[in-house]
Structure formats: structure tokens, C-alpha cells
């Protein structure tokens, strides 16, 4: 109880406008150093940097989905690298149709990977592509849709523990397997890539990357309110209720489905804006995105960062990935062992993350200044007398 209320006070108003004053920092701060300074300062942030830091920003966005439903509601879904890939395959499949004859083959309707396997129309479920609206609807409207279906049958059959996390884990496994397949229309094991423009800038310009870092940041900020919104109102209060005596919230008359339902949907719709901003910065979406490892991955950050803290996992994933930059750089082939080992010390010994720790030291220093001071008025009142 004494570590959940010093969590609380991390969470508290101060602590979560001071993290939207440094992302907000960041919007403007990291482009500038960009554009401003040369290349030989070492202020200087190189534009490859900022697509890293912009698909960190993603991966943030896409564990700040994750705590929503595991951290909050209490169910570990293993399954939300599909609703990532999805809503990548929609933005993807935007930039495919802006490319029109600028593809290998030059034909103005079909990607190139249809007009090699000798497709002679463009599928049905490739239309109302070409235009941005209707992507952005899809980003969002697929995943909600494959996490209501799943959802509701899941938690309409009280499925909990682990038989959720298995269930979600074999539906991204089963997704995966599908789109491998080159009858499915979306590029099989090679994906969609040799994106040209984005909303008719060249996704390859400097002033792209820089829009696509910045939106990633302000979506980021956006999703980190809308989740705290949630919950800190009454909602939240009966998710954090479910997730510690669910049998509980039921003999009380709670509908306990709906708020697990909501919860799973509006998460998936967070993953799902997470891969579709993913895509166009690191210019391919294949399906190895729904690869359960990666799915498994995103629990590590959210376990490593502090899951039910909202900000603990846009805290762990950007410590896990920028040690998975230095790793698979420096020494590549320990790179899977460090991240086991990470998460089996955070398992043992830091079960609260990153900010649970640093709950704990807080509570500690305040404890021995605390100490410190009684001691001092006491001798004070001793030399008075």
C-alpha cells in the first residue's frame, strides 16, 4: 500500500504535466538542432537520428496501449503487435497507391508485387486507399474491429490469465502465418515497401521526417491524456477494482465485459495509430511485425518501465529499444540474452519497474531527511534546555 501511494504521487498532476513540458520540449528542441546546427557540432542531431527517435516514439505509444489493458484492466494481451501491423498494412497500403506509375512495372492501379504475380484487378479490399481519409479511418477502424470480435468473445466467456494471453498470442501467430501468404493481396514475406510520398511530400525529405517525428510526438501526447483521462475517471476506478478482485466487481453489479471490452478496443486503436505512423518512417511494414516474440517484447517494456503508470511504459520503451540500438550494434549476437536477462531481473527484483524504483528511492530519501530532521530538532531542544 505505502509503494502504491508513492506511485500515485509520480502520477500525480505536477508529474504528468512535467512530462508533457519535456516531450513538448522535444517537439521543438529536436528539430531545431536539426536544422540549425552543422553537421560537425555535436549538438547536432542527423536526420537518421530523428526517424530513431520518431520510431521510439511509436514504440512508446504502442506500450502506453498495452499498460492500458494489462496495467489498468489486468489483462496481459500477447496479441497487440497485430493491432500494430494492421494499422501499418492500412498505412502502408495508402503509400502504395500514391506511387502509381513511378513503380518498377508502371502501372497506375497495381503494386508491383501484383503486377508480378499476375494479378489483373486491383482486390476489392485495396479500394478507397488512394485517399488519406479513408487510411486513417482504416488504422483505427481494423483493429478496433479485430479487438472487439476477440474481446467479446474472450471476455464474454470470462477468459482471463492466461488463457487470454494465449489466445491473443495464437491470434497474432494465426494473422502472421496469413499474411505470409502471397493470395492474400498484401505483398507475402516481402511485404509493402519503395514508398514514394506521403500526403504529396517525398517521404524521403528532410521536412518529412521532421512532420512525421513531431506527429509522433504530439500523437504520443495526445494518447498519454486520452489514457490518464480514462483512467482517472470512474471507469478507471472500476478497471483497477477488476483487475484486483474481478468476482468481486461483479456481485456488486458491475458490468465487468463492457469495461474490458471499451478498455481492449480503445487500446488497439492506440496500437493500430502506433504502426501506421511506424511505417512511413522506417519505410517497409512486413509481416514479421506480428511475429509473437515482438508481441512478447512489448510486455518487456511495459514490465521494464512500470506497468499501471501510463508513462512507466513510455519510460521502458525507450530504455529497452535504445539498449537494443546499442546491443544489436555492438554485440548483435547477445542482444536476445540481454533482453531475458533484463526481464527476469526486472521479474525478481524490480516487480514495479523502473518506476517503482524510483518510488522507492523517493520514499527512502524522504524518510532518511525525514530522520535527519528529528534528530536535528532534537538536539536543538536538548542545547535549549
Not at 121 to 142: D, I, K, R, S
Not at 210 to 218: D, K, P, T
Not at 221 to 245: E, N, P, Q, W
Request: net charge positive.
Amino acid at each position: 500500500m505505502l509503494l502504491m501511494s508513492r506511485l500515485a504521487r509520480l502520477e500525480s498532476r505536477r508529474g504528468w504535466q512535467v512530462f508533457l513540458i519535456l516531450l513538448a520540449l522535444t517537439i521543438v528542441l529536436v528539430p531545431i538542432l536539426n536544422l540549425t546546427l552543422p553537421p560537425s557540432s555535436p549538438f547536432h542531431v542527423p536526420t537518421y537520428m530523428l526517424s530513431l527517435l520518431g520510431k521510439y516514439l511509436c514504440f512508446a505509444l504502442l506500450a502506453l496501449s498495452l499498460d492500458l489493458i494489462w496495467g489498468y484492466a489486468g489483462a496481459l494481451s500477447l496479441g497487440h503487435g497485430a493491432f500494430f501491423a494492421l494499422g501499418g498494412y492500412c498505412m502502408g497500403m495508402y503509400l502504395m497507391r500514391q506511387i502509381g506509375t513511378r513503380g518498377v512495372y508502371g502501372n497506375a492501379e497495381l503494386p508491383d508485387f501484383m503486377v508480378f504475380l499476375n494479378w489483373s484487378e486491383l482486390p476489392w479490399y485495396w479500394w478507397g486507399f488512394q485517399h488519406f481519409w479513408f487510411a486513417a479511418l482504416m488504422f483505427m477502424a481494423v483493429p478496433a474491429l479485430l479487438a472487439y470480435v476477440l474481446g467479446w468473445l474472450a471476455f464474454r466467456s470470462r477468459i482471463t490469465g492466461v488463457y487470454f494471453s494465449i489466445i491473443t498470442q495464437a491470434t497474432v501467430f494465426a494473422l502472421m502465418l496469413a499474411f505470409f501468404r502471397n493470395e492474400m493481396g498484401f505483398g507475402g514475406n516481402n511485404g509493402l515497401t519503395d514508398f514514394k510520398e506521403i500526403l504529396g511530400f517525398n517521404i524521403q525529405a528532410q521536412g518529412t521526417r521532421i512532420g512525421l517525428y513531431v506527429a509522433s510526438a504530439l500523437v504520443l501526447a495526445l494518447g498519454y491524456l486520452i489514457s490518464r483521462f480514462i483512467v482517472t475517471s470512474k471507469l478507471g476506478r472500476v478497471l483497477m477494482a477488476i483487475r484486483d478482485a474481478e468476482s468481486r466487481v461483479r456481485f456488486l453489479g458491475y458490468s465487468v465485459t463492457n469495461a474490458k471490452l471499451f478498455v481492449f478496443t480503445v487500446s488497439a486503436i492506440l496500437a493500430g495509430i502506433a504502426g501506421a505512423l511506424y511505417v512511413p518512417q522506417v519505410g517497409i511494414i512486413n509481416p514479421s511485425e506480428m511475429s509473437p516474440s515482438n508481441s512478447i517484447e512489448i510486455a518487456v517494456w511495459v514490465a521494464v518501465g512500470g506497468r499501471g503508470t501510463l508513462f512507466g511504459a513510455i519510460i521502458g520503451a525507450f530504455a529497452v529499444n535504445g539498449a537494443k540500438s546499442f546491443f544489436t550494434g555492438a554485440a548483435p549476437e547477445f542482444w536476445l540474452f540481454f533482453l531475458g536477462a533484463l526481464f527476469i531481473v526486472c521479474t525478481l527484483f524490480l516487480p514495479q519497474g523502473i518506476i517503482g524504483f524510483a518510488a522507492q528511492m523517493r520514499g527512502r530519501f524522504s524518510n532518511k531527511t525525514t530522520l535527519v530532521t528529528e534528530e536535528v530538532g532534537n538536539a536543538a531542544s536538548k542545547h535549549r534546555a
